[in-house]
């Protein structure tokens, strides 16, 4: 080989410049190594000087050898080697990734190690010994590492707190060292070991813009340079004995490599760059080379630098990473998005959380989700089915999150309107946590004292309940328009919300509602949603009609425009989030209908995700737990029961749901029960159980411990209990009137919908309807319920049941397609329609007139209140009115009263007809009211049970059939799965059920189903792709892994890369909708999970 020609021109006596007349590829073996950048529109360079800078400093005699990029969109900044292996590794900013080549004199294709960092990737390390490559990205603020293998899936973020600009890296493996510097607000050296644990700072005063940095393993020692104090220094180990070795106003340092005594000093300018040479015990300027091009990273290709190999690591055969402990020894650790099997500690399962950070934003259709390096991944065969984990058009607006917790908030606005919560892992299923609600643009949770706030656009309110939906209040209900955006300041104890009305406006309060003031109404359009840097205290938001962003400081109170009408931001923007470096938002016009990225320096866009066709793109969030700091709050204590909403550093205010009063002490919520006259309502939207006096029209709430959506409800007033069912825990429950000793009195199949509950207090049964599985059940009210299922045939939409103790009969409602009314004895005999309606009548609630002997029913669909003997016989309509969704109705004394949907309050109607009278004006605050009973002490049956002698050892059951067909007027029976023995008194064991039981095989499925609380269920593997996962960083998207593609080009010269054939990255990318063979149920799957399982229904 022909050695590099060079020509050394002598300058002020120190002073060189270097030309390449020739070149030939870098060779294994000791190089110093720079990656430079060419001055004019040349391609980028790596160079090398080979050879023992010994020997070359001083007789200033070298061999230059250079690696030329293939294109001119290639830009070289940090270089890292693992010498065993003959590697040099370079982080390239125009294509944004991780490469490595061979230096064996003929490999010219390079291995894309990891693809998707930013364009500042300016500091790269090996750790030889475990086999792992470390950076920093100064765009997104983390340290990444990945095993040294090609087309890395798997990464680990080392750290991503408290980064604000990091730049060199360096890695000491003999002692478990990791070594970066960081030059943004807060410049400082840092160190951890090899996974980011026990990290400490060693240097932060004194600097300004730290750069590179380089270890002296053997003196314990970490030297650095400064190019904003423009010095060259070191420190030890331990942060003692700092020193400036080279101070020089004039130089622009960047990049700094060791061998033995010398330092090698990379410089910048904006017409050339140069290479200095310094000694590193006197700072004595040894030579400046002047270069032809701007020099980066650079590195001392060496191998006394990396003593050992990786033969320790390798034998241990992780299935993600190996990390080398010089004293724990070597173990192996997981990727992002994994954790390690504790069966073997060697290899990785899913982890059911997803890693953060992620975007999510809402598109009206659905909710899809992107990974924290979206600016800079490969979009390569994205669809909408890959992306989103919802897509099921339910009208999505609104987003809020507890990213401590998981849990993303949304908001729906189709048919049914309600505020829901997931949990964000594999297989989790939705929860509806709010219902009744009107248009919620905005939803953003209080995480530090656990409150939820929105913003309803249809009712022009500002609201807050629990976390968990609980104790809903209205907190502002004047002077808004048409509020939008919503966000908390929990350390300033401070909401902030836009309104977008005829006169917009930007305005904040207490966390209580009070101390409300204005913050701007001047220079508006229309402003939506709002972000806030809790880093920097500024609150920023969109305007979606002039299309800027502002941002308003809290310290100086000051608003200023942050993106200008007339930058290259076009459109309008409308959810905003801002991630580290990038500003990130939703436009939802049509030509520009999706999510775009910009830098936020220069305002530069650099990535826009657009479907025109499918879904407006509403709200936007980053899903980060750093976004949700922690702060200090008044409410730390847990004086108040219900909700506490500060109002300051040390105060705040307590607050009561419906039906409570707060006490004397401002703190404790108090409920007072009534005993007698009064109604038992369930507001499944509110959660709760209400009474409501029927002489007063007090509404009180049953205090019980968890409801969460009741649905009937039913009194036993000899032993004072209340009984209920709930659809979404699938369970019927009782408690005693004031709320304690709350009871699971069955636990329901997941199937089940429980929606209709009779007790029978004088036969001391509880009779239920299952529309969810067909049937209605019997059990016993004793200390040990008995379950009995009563009839299983001819049932399909099955509603209210009534329980008639004096007939020994039961009555149900049946709205399926052959809608109608029926009854039986309790003993499931002498079962009859006695009322048939058309197709398409909904009989709902029914009430029973004991000694009129006449039943009161309401149809949903053709409104009215109707009558009728319990036999079927004399029917009469006694109201009916359009517009209505009548769903419960109960009888005390001479009046009706009913439930109605459509309302959202009680009514009253005299039992024989007349005028439909409002119960209560205060019934307004109701937001879903179902069932409904009433009890009133004079009409208590006094009947004696006919099985308050019977010997049944499980089950009596009164029964009509007395006189003709049985000699008592009762039966024995028995619970499911066992039956009457011979003596007609007793249960056994049905033999042939036990047989057949015991020959029935076990199977388990692979994917058990989780049930949601709406009661459907959720099958991991139903959909696809929720996007961030680990493996999108790699370029891929969320269900299906993409590779970069490679292609060999024709044969270049030897010092020229291979082509990659991919020269640009799409800047714009116009999203495909999603796969029409797509199942798109509700649902959260891990895409990991999903690449090998099997689907399950």
Same mark, same amino acid.
């Given at each position: 080989?022909?050695?590099?020609?060079?020509?050394?021109?002598?300058?002020?006596?120190?002073?060189?410049?270097?030309?390449?007349?020739?070149?030939?590829?870098?060779?294994?073996?000791?190089?110093?190594?720079?990656?430079?950048?060419?001055?004019?529109?040349?391609?980028?360079?790596?160079?090398?000087?080979?050879?023992?800078? =010994?020997?070359?400093?001083?007789?200033?005699?070298?061999?230059?050898?250079?690696?030329?990029?293939?294109?001119?969109?290639?830009?070289?900044?940090?270089?890292?080697?693992?010498?065993?292996?003959?590697?040099?590794?370079?982080?390239?900013?125009?294509?944004?990734?991780?490469?490595?080549?061979?230096?064996?004199?003929?490999?010219?294709?390079?291995?894309?190690?990891?693809?998707?960092?930013?364009?500042?990737?300016?500091?790269?390390?090996?750790?030889?010994?475990?086999?792992?490559?470390?950076?920093?990205?100064?765009?997104?603020?983390?340290?990444?590492?990945?095993?040294?293998?090609?087309?890395?899936?798997?990464?680990?973020?080392?750290?991503?707190?408290?980064?604000?600009?990091?730049?060199?890296?360096?890695?000491?493996?003999?002692?478990?060292?990791?070594?970066?510097?960081?030059?943004?607000?807060?410049?400082?050296?840092? #160190?951890?070991?090899?996974?980011?644990?026990?990290?400490?700072?060693?240097?932060?005063?004194?600097?300004?813009?730290?750069?590179?940095?380089?270890?002296?393993?053997?003196?314990?020692?970490?030297?650095?340079?400064?190019?904003?104090?423009?010095?060259?220094?070191?420190?030890?180990?331990? %942060?003692?004995?700092?020193?400036?070795?080279?101070?020089?106003?004039?130089?622009?340092?960047?990049?700094?490599?060791?061998?033995?005594?010398?330092?090698?000093?990379?410089?910048?300018?904006?017409?050339?760059?140069?290479?200095?040479?310094?000694?590193?015990?006197?700072?004595?300027?040894?030579?400046?080379?002047?270069?032809?091009?701007?020099?980066?990273?650079?590195?001392?290709?060496?191998?006394?630098?990396?003593?050992?190999?990786?033969?320790?690591?390798?034998?241990?055969?992780?299935?993600?990473?190996?990390?080398?402990?010089?004293?724990?020894?070597?173990?192996?650790?997981?990727?992002?998005?994994?954790? @390690?099997?504790?069966?073997?500690?060697?290899?990785?399962?899913?982890?059911?959380?997803?890693?953060?950070?992620?975007?999510?934003?809402?598109?009206?259709?659905?909710?899809?989700?992107?990974?924290?390096?979206?600016?800079?991944?490969?979009?390569?065969?994205?669809?909408?089915?890959?992306?989103?984990?919802?897509?099921?058009?339910?009208?999505?607006?609104?987003?809020?999150?507890?990213?401590? +917790?998981?849990?993303?908030?949304?908001?729906?606005?189709?048919?049914?309107?309600?505020?829901?919560?997931?949990?964000?892992?594999?297989?989790?299923?939705?929860?509806?946590?709010?219902?009744?609600?009107?248009?919620?643009?905005?939803? #953003?949770?209080?995480?530090?004292?656990?409150?939820?706030?929105?913003?309803?656009?249809?009712?022009?309110?500002?609201?807050?309940?629990?976390?968990?939906?609980?104790?809903?209040?209205?907190?502002?209900?004047?002077?808004?328009?048409?509020?939008?955006?919503?966000?908390?300041?929990? %350390?300033?104890?401070?909401?902030?919300?836009?309104?977008?009305?005829?006169?917009?406006?930007?305005?904040?309060?207490?966390?209580?509602?009070?101390?409300?003031?204005?913050?701007?109404?001047?220079?508006?359009?229309?402003?939506?949603?709002?972000?806030? /840097?809790?880093?920097?205290?500024?609150?920023?938001?969109?305007?979606?009609?002039?299309?800027?962003?502002?941002?308003?400081?809290?310290?100086?109170?000051?608003?200023?425009?942050?993106?200008?009408?007339?930058?290259?931001?076009?459109?309008?923007?409308?959810?905003?989030?801002?991630?580290?470096?990038?500003?990130?938002?939703?436009?939802?016009?049509?030509?520009?209908?999706?999510?775009?990225?910009? +830098?936020?320096?220069? @305002?530069?866009?650099?990535?826009?995700?657009?479907?025109?066709?499918?879904?407006?793109?509403?709200?936007?969030?980053?899903?980060?737990?750093?976004?949700?700091?922690?702060?200090?709050?008044?409410?730390?204590?847990?004086?108040?029961?219900?909700?506490?909403?500060?109002?300051?550093?040390?105060?705040?205010?307590?607050?009561?749901? @419906?039906?409570?009063?707060?006490?004397?002490?401002?703190?404790?919520?108090?409920?007072?029960?009534?005993?007698?006259?009064?109604?038992?309502?369930?507001?499944?939207?509110?959660?709760?159980?209400?009474?409501?006096?029927?002489?007063?029209?007090?509404?009180?709430?049953?205090?019980?411990?968890?409801?969460?959506?009741?649905?009937?409800?039913?009194?036993?007033?000899?032993?004072?209990?209340?009984?209920?069912?709930?659809?979404?825990?699938?369970?019927?429950?009782?408690?005693?009137?004031?709320? #304690?000793?709350?009871?699971?009195?069955?636990?329901?199949? =997941? /199937?089940?919908?429980?929606?209709?509950?009779?007790?029978?207090?004088?036969?001391?049964?509880?009779?239920?309807?299952?529309?969810?599985?067909?049937?209605?059940?019997?059990?016993?009210?004793?200390?040990?319920?008995?379950?009995?299922?009563?009839?299983?045939?001819?049932?399909?939409?099955?509603?209210?049941?009534?329980?008639?103790?004096?007939?020994?009969?039961?009555?149900?409602?049946?709205?399926?397609?052959?809608?109608?009314?029926?009854?039986?004895?309790?003993?499931?005999?002498?079962?009859?329609?006695?009322?048939?309606?058309?197709?398409?009548?909904?009989?709902? %609630? @029914?009430?029973?007139?004991?000694?009129?002997?006449?039943?009161?029913?309401?149809?949903?669909?053709?409104?009215?209140?109707?009558?009728?003997?319990?036999?079927?016989?004399?029917?009469?309509?006694?109201?009916?009115?359009?517009?209505?969704?009548?769903?419960?109705?109960?009888?005390?004394? =001479?009046?009706?009263?009913?439930?109605?949907?459509?309302?959202?309050?009680?009514?009253?109607?005299?039992?024989?007809? %007349?005028?439909?009278?409002?119960?209560?004006?205060?019934?307004?605050?109701?937001?879903?009211?179902?069932?409904?009973?009433?009890?009133?002490?004079?009409?208590?049956?006094?009947?004696?049970?006919?099985?308050?002698?019977?010997?049944?050892?499980?089950?009596?059951?009164?029964?009509?059939?007395?006189?003709?067909?049985?000699?008592?007027?009762?039966?024995?029976?028995?619970?499911?799965?066992?039956?009457?023995?011979?003596?007609?008194?007793?249960?056994?064991? =049905?033999?042939?059920?036990?047989?057949?039981?015991?020959?029935?095989?076990?199977?388990?499925?692979?994917?058990?189903?989780?049930?949601?609380?709406?009661?459907?269920?959720?099958?991991?593997?139903?959909?696809?792709?929720?996007?961030?996962?680990?493996?999108?960083?790699?370029?891929?998207?969320?269900?299906?892994?993409?590779?970069?593609?490679?292609?060999?080009?024709?044969?270049?010269?030897?010092?020229?890369?291979?082509?990659?054939?991919?020269?640009?990255?799409?800047?714009?990318?116009?999203?495909?909708?999603?796969?029409?063979?797509?199942?798109?149920?509700?649902?959260?799957?891990?895409?990991?999970?999903?690449?090998?399982?099997?689907?399950?229904?």
């Amino acid at each position: 080989m022909q050695n590099i020609c060079i020509r050394l021109f002598t300058l002020f006596g120190y002073f060189y410049s270097i030309f390449l007349n020739s070149s030939h590829a870098i060779r294994h073996g000791r190089n110093l190594i720079w990656a430079g950048r060419p001055l004019d529109y040349d391609r980028a360079s790596i160079v090398g000087i080979e050879g023992d800078p =010994d020997k070359w400093v001083l007789d200033k005699k070298m061999t230059v050898r250079q690696i030329s990029a293939p294109s001119r969109m290639w830009h070289f900044r940090s270089l890292a080697y693992s010498y065993s292996t003959k590697y040099l590794y370079w982080s390239e900013s125009g294509l944004k990734r991780i490469q490595g080549l061979v230096l064996d004199g003929y490999k010219k294709e390079t291995d894309n190690i990891f693809t998707g960092t930013s364009a500042e990737v300016d500091g790269l390390a090996v750790d030889w010994i475990s086999g792992n490559v470390y950076w920093t990205d100064a765009i997104y603020n983390w340290i990444m590492m990945v095993p040294l293998r090609p087309n890395q899936k798997r990464f680990k973020i080392v750290t991503k707190v408290g980064l604000d600009k990091p730049h060199g890296i360096a890695v000491l493996p003999q002692k478990g060292y990791l070594f970066w510097c960081d030059w943004g607000a807060n410049p400082k050296i840092e #160190v951890s070991d090899l996974i980011g644990n026990n990290r400490r700072t060693i240097v932060n005063y004194n600097m300004r813009r730290p750069r590179g940095l380089v270890i002296d393993a053997k003196e314990s020692k970490i030297y650095w340079v400064d190019d904003g104090q423009d010095t060259i220094e070191c420190i030890q180990f331990n %942060g003692r004995a700092r020193r400036i070795i080279v101070k020089d106003p004039q130089a622009d340092f960047y990049g700094i490599a060791l061998y033995k005594n010398i330092l090698f000093v990379t410089e910048q300018s904006l017409s050339e760059g140069h290479l200095n040479v310094y000694s590193k015990l006197n700072g004595k300027l040894i030579i400046s080379y002047t270069l032809s091009h701007i020099p980066y990273g650079i590195i001392m290709y060496d191998e006394t630098t990396q003593p050992g190999n990786s033969e320790i690591c390798d034998a241990l055969e992780c299935e993600h990473f190996c990390v080398h402990n010089p004293i724990m020894g070597p173990a192996c650790h997981c990727s992002e998005g994994y954790k @390690l099997n504790i069966t073997d500690h060697r290899t990785c399962k899913v982890d059911s959380q997803f890693p953060q950070p992620y975007h999510v934003y809402s598109m009206e259709e659905g909710i899809c989700s992107f990974p924290p390096n979206l600016a800079d991944i490969d979009l390569e065969n994205m669809t909408l089915s890959k992306q989103c984990f919802l897509l099921d058009n339910k009208g999505y607006l609104a987003l809020g999150m507890h990213a401590r +917790r998981d849990t993303l908030y949304f908001s729906t606005n189709n048919t049914d309107k309600w505020i829901n919560r997931v949990r964000m892992e594999y297989g989790a299923s939705f929860e509806d946590l709010i219902g009744g609600v009107g248009i919620v643009r905005g939803i #953003v949770l209080d995480w530090i004292s656990s409150n939820l706030y929105w913003t309803d656009s249809l009712y022009r309110t500002i609201n807050v309940a629990r976390a968990d939906g609980m104790y809903q209040q209205v907190l502002i209900d004047s002077d808004l328009e048409n509020p939008i955006g919503i966000a908390v300041h929990p %350390g300033k104890s401070k909401l902030f919300w836009t309104d977008a009305g005829k006169k917009p406006k930007v305005e904040w309060s207490y966390l209580d509602g009070s101390g409300r003031s204005l913050i701007t109404n001047q220079d508006l359009g229309s402003p939506s949603h709002i972000h806030i /840097d809790f880093m920097k205290d500024i609150l920023y938001w969109a305007d979606s009609a002039l299309g800027n962003v502002k941002e308003y400081n809290f310290s100086t109170e000051t608003i200023t425009v942050l993106v200008p009408k007339n930058s290259g931001i076009q459109g309008s923007i409308y959810g905003i989030s801002i991630f580290q470096d990038y500003l990130i938002w939703t436009d939802y016009t049509t030509s520009r209908n999706g999510i775009h990225v910009a +830098r936020l320096d220069s @305002l530069d866009k650099v990535r826009d995700i657009m479907h025109p066709e499918f879904g407006r793109a509403r709200d936007l969030l980053t899903f980060d737990a750093s976004n949700q700091p922690d702060f200090e709050t008044a409410c730390a204590d847990g004086s108040c029961k219900h909700l506490c909403l500060p109002k300051g550093e040390k105060s705040y205010t307590c607050r009561c749901g @419906l039906g409570y009063q707060i006490g004397e002490n401002k703190k404790i919520c108090a409920t007072d029960l009534a005993t007698d006259n009064f109604l038992l309502v369930t507001d499944s939207y509110r959660k709760q159980i209400f009474q409501i006096s029927m002489i007063t029209g007090k509404v009180q709430a049953l205090d019980v411990r968890d409801h969460f959506r009741p649905l009937a409800v039913d009194y036993d007033p000899v032993r004072r209990i209340i009984y209920w069912t709930d659809v979404a825990h699938k369970s019927i429950k009782k408690a005693e009137i004031n709320g #304690v000793h709350e009871t699971l009195v069955k636990q329901l199949t =997941d /199937d089940s919908i429980a929606d209709g509950l009779a007790i029978d207090y004088v036969n001391q049964l509880l009779f239920y309807s299952d529309a969810g599985i067909r049937i209605i059940g019997v059990m016993t009210l004793s200390a040990y319920p008995f379950h009995k299922t009563l009839i299983n045939s001819g049932l399909e939409k099955v509603r209210s049941v009534i329980a008639s103790p004096i007939e020994k009969r039961i009555y149900w409602s049946d709205w399926g397609s052959d809608p109608k009314i029926e009854r039986c004895g309790m003993d499931g005999s002498e079962r009859q329609v006695i009322a048939k309606f058309k197709e398409g009548a909904w009989p709902n %609630g @029914l009430a029973l007139d004991v000694r009129e002997k006449r039943l009161y029913w309401v149809d949903a669909r053709s409104n009215k209140i109707a009558s009728m003997t319990t036999d079927g016989k004399h029917q009469y309509i006694l109201y009916n009115e359009s517009d209505a969704h009548y769903f419960g109705i109960a009888l005390s004394g =001479d009046y009706l009263y009913l439930t109605d949907w459509s309302r959202n309050s009680l009514m009253r109607l005299p039992k024989k007809g %007349g005028q439909l009278e409002n119960f209560w004006d205060g019934t307004s605050k109701f937001v879903r009211l179902n069932d409904i009973h009433a009890f009133n002490s004079t009409e208590i049956i006094s009947e004696v049970s006919p099985c308050s002698s019977e010997s049944c050892s499980h089950f009596c059951l009164p029964s009509p059939r007395t006189i003709y067909e049985i000699k008592d007027p009762w039966i024995c029976a028995c619970p499911d799965h066992l039956v009457l023995s011979s003596d007609g008194h007793n249960c056994v064991v =049905d033999e042939d059920e036990s047989e057949s039981m015991n020959n029935r095989s076990t199977q388990r499925s692979l994917f058990p189903s989780k049930q949601t609380k709406n009661g459907s269920s959720v099958t991991p593997g139903k959909i696809s792709a929720y996007v961030i996962v680990p493996l999108i960083l790699l370029g891929a998207g969320v269900a299906a892994f993409i590779f970069l593609k490679r292609r060999r080009a024709e044969k270049n010269p030897h010092y020229l890369l291979a082509n990659d054939d991919k020269y640009t990255v799409d800047i714009s990318y116009r999203i495909l909708c999603q796969d029409s063979s797509k199942d798109m149920n509700d649902g959260v799957e891990n895409p990991i999970e999903s690449q090998n399982s099997t689907h399950t229904s």
